[in-house]
């Protein structure tokens, strides 16, 4: 089992940055692929990125605007997601979820460990 906590929500201001942390406390990732995802209210659960820990590889899907980036942190043992130019659109919950794997899979069902999530909120 791995347990996922996320870090970094809040409340941030249009045109700013967040930057959002997972870590999986007592464990490493290697072996993992992580990806961020986030679920706004009465929307469907979107992935923003993937990165599989051993190389460092990253997927963005091709909707993504170059406003996220990820990447791992290997001192901390944390996987971050950063944030560029804030939209109010950006409010959500965002989560972040691991699976043991090689390739870089992006539908959220084959995920296998999810953290609760940390909500970002947006005012304009």
């Known amino acids: 089992q791995m347990r996922l906590v996320e870090s970094g929500g809040g409340v941030a201001q249009a045109g700013g940055s967040s930057r959002l942390a997972c870590a999986a406390p007592?464990?490493?990732?290697?072996?993992?692929?992580v990806a961020w995802f986030r679920q706004a209210p009465k929307k469907e659960r979107e992935l923003l990125a993937n990165?599989?820990?051993?190389?460092?590889?990253?997927k963005y899907p091709d909707s993504q605007q170059g406003r996220f980036t990820i990447s791992r942190d290997i001192d901390e043992k944390k996987v971050l997601l950063e944030i560029r130019d804030l939209k109010p659109a950006d409010t959500a919950v965002y989560s972040c979820?691991?699976?043991?794997?090689?390739?870089?899979?992006?539908?959220?069902?084959?995920?296998?460990?999810w953290g609760q999530g940390t909500q970002v909120t947006v005012s304009s």
């Open positions: 979820a691991a699976k043991w794997t090689i390739r870089i899979p992006t539908a959220a069902d084959t995920y296998d460990y």
């Open positions: 007592g464990r490493t990732f290697g072996g993992y692929v």
């Open positions: 990165i599989r820990w051993s190389d460092a590889t990253t």
